[in-house]
């Protein structure tokens, strides 16, 4: 295989589970080598029915999924060499942590001694060098995670797959082991396919994520990309805090369109996916983006605007306004005291770039 040839791909992949409803529609996605790449959307968006038809323990309903340039759809999970990482951990209960690993290295016919140094490196990489002797009842719930992960390691598999494996784990648990993950991510260079439905999992995570929506990727990108640039409405919302407004496209003027908001207001935006003028569109606006009392003719949007709320987030204040109409516009102004002064029921001024506010297609 070729360094430019994906390592898994999916063709003309659809999946029905009656017939009639597609879950998944036409998708067309290649996995390069060494990358961690994370399929995330809402429940019922079709993310987790693809892992499982890669893992091979769903079956496609029409197209071929690759796994090194060959056909997998015939091959049973078991001889895919697919390491598999789920939420529920899926430790033997009555084997030791040792004897886990051991179990799919035994069933490759590995000798004792492979099989040893394998598990103690395994076990060193997941910091738990001293439990091997241990049973996964006598573990924690971050602890049983990590010999789920060592597990999937052990065995060197090309590709890992990972099934929400940290939702059963604490924010502050949780948050370690993205990192951790990550590490072991880098170190190794495996590649992952990771399943979440947590945004901000999968932009601590990923190389690249997927963003799916009713059995469709809505837009492919790494994580600053997505953030940043979103395609469509659905990603500008799904992906971080978002300001919304909607309104019809007055004009369209090269690299800029005016759009008149329905509460009140014109607002100058950058054009990504309008239909032209005359059309419905939704603006886009990251709450960190807008600036707290501009300087007269700094930006070309500046609007009056009312503080309805402050809330104290250490880092960042979250001030929602009322603005254009809208009283659940939402600003993040760093914790500094250029702002201390603020005051809810202060009439102030807000303002944004053009290049910040991007025209989407219109949604509900």
Request: charged residues 25%.
């Amino acid at each position: 295989m070729s360094s430019t040839e994906p390592l898994v791909r999916f063709e003309n992949i659809q999946k029905s589970y009656d017939g009639q409803i597609l879950v998944v529609k036409n998708l067309n996605l290649d996995v390069d080598t060494g990358e961690f790449l994370t399929m995330l959307g809402p429940s019922g968006s079709g993310k987790t029915t693809c892992l499982m038809m890669l893992a091979g323990f769903e079956p496609a309903t029409h197209g071929e999924i690759f796994l090194k340039d060959q056909p997998i759809n015939r091959v049973p999970p078991h001889k895919r060499g697919i390491g598999m990482v789920f939420q529920n951990y899926a430790l033997f209960p009555h084997m030791t942590v040792a004897e886990n690993l051991s179990f799919p290295l035994e069933v490759r016919n590995m000798d004792k001694a492979e099989r040893e140094t394998r598990i103690n490196r395994a076990l060193d990489m997941v910091q738990l060098g001293k439990f091997g002797d241990r049973r996964p009842a006598q573990l924690s719930g971050g602890q049983a995670q990590r010999v789920a992960v060592a597990r999937a390691l052990v065995f060197d598999p090309d590709l890992v797959l990972m099934d929400e494996p940290l939702g059963a784990l604490d924010k502050n648990l949780r948050e370690q082991m993205q990192y951790e993950i990550k590490h072991i991510h880098e170190t190794l260079g495996v590649t992952v396919v990771y399943v979440t439905h947590d945004q901000s999992e999968a932009l601590t995570m990923s190389n690249r994520i997927a963003v799916f929506n009713d059995g469709v990727i809505q837009q492919l990108a790494p994580p600053s990309a997505l953030y940043e640039k979103p395609d469509n409405a659905f990603v500008a919302n799904f992906i971080g805090e978002n300001n919304r407004l909607l309104g019809r496209v007055a004009s369209v003027d090269g690299n800029s369109c005016r759009v008149d908001v329905d509460g009140g207001g014109s607002v100058i935006a950058n054009p990504i996916n309008i239909d032209g003028e005359g059309s419905r569109t939704t603006l886009s606006l990251r709450p960190e983006r807008v600036s707290v009392r501009p300087d007269p003719d700094s930006q070309p949007n500046i609007f009056d605007a009312k503080v309805e709320e402050l809330i104290y987030l250490g880092d960042h204040i979250r001030t929602r306004v009322g603005v254009c109409g809208h009283n659940d516009f939402v600003i993040k102004i760093p914790n500094s005291s250029d702002h201390a002064s603020l005051q809810v029921g202060d009439a102030i001024k807000v303002g944004w770039n053009v290049e910040d506010c991007r025209a989407l297609d219109a949604s509900d």
